[in-house]
């Protein structure tokens, strides 16, 4: 299966780790979302979707892609880095509405933690420190290795 990981990863580069650790498991190609502009998409079978996550949503360059690019493949899986990752459900409600609204199935969401100095955490302190570590970067290469699983298309063999 043929999968490209696309990312956007800012401040700390957490999430840049987790999109490689994830393309080294599943040979994908891991790409920025400004090298992913360039690209014809639907070449792919299925894509990963990931940021930081930038008050309470995926980077906006990342929501741009997703809602002008016309190559699209049509299955992704979706990913972030957060201070706070329990609450990924949230964080990725934006990509996840703009993504099915534009016919992809979502075949499964990911968010790891992440270094967070944004906002009033730049004076007060940080939260995640230390995150992405080695456990993170091996449960996203664990997550990526099920989405190609899931996405794979069920072959019907007559019998």
């Keep these: 299966m043929k999968t490209a990981i696309i990312h956007v990863s800012v401040h700390h580069h957490n999430t840049q780790a987790v999109a490689e650790a994830m393309g080294k498991a599943v040979d994908a190609h891991v790409m920025t979302v400004d090298e992913a502009q360039r690209e014809y998409l639907s070449q792919y079978d299925l894509v990963g979707l990931g940021s930081g996550v930038f008050f309470s949503s995926h980077h906006r360059a990342l929501l741009r892609l997703v809602r002008e ?22 964080w990725h409600r934006e990509l996840r509405q703009l993504a099915v609204s534009k016919g992809i199935e979502i075949v499964g969401e990911a968010c790891y933690p992440g270094c967070d100095t944004v906002g009033p955490l730049r004076w007060s302190g940080v939260i995640q420190r230390g995150h992405p570590n080695a456990h993170d970067l091996e449960r996203a290469r664990q997550f990526a290795v099920r ?13």
């Excluded at 690019?69 to 949230?90: E, K």
């Excluded at 190609?148 to 019907?156: D, G, H, L, T, W």
């Design 147 to 159: 989405m190609v699983e899931v996405a794979q298309p069920k072959i019907c063999r007559a019998g």
């Design 69 to 90: 690019h016309s190559t699209l493949p049509a299955r992704a899986f979706l990913f972030s880095t957060a201070g706070l990752p329990w609450l990924g459900w949230v």
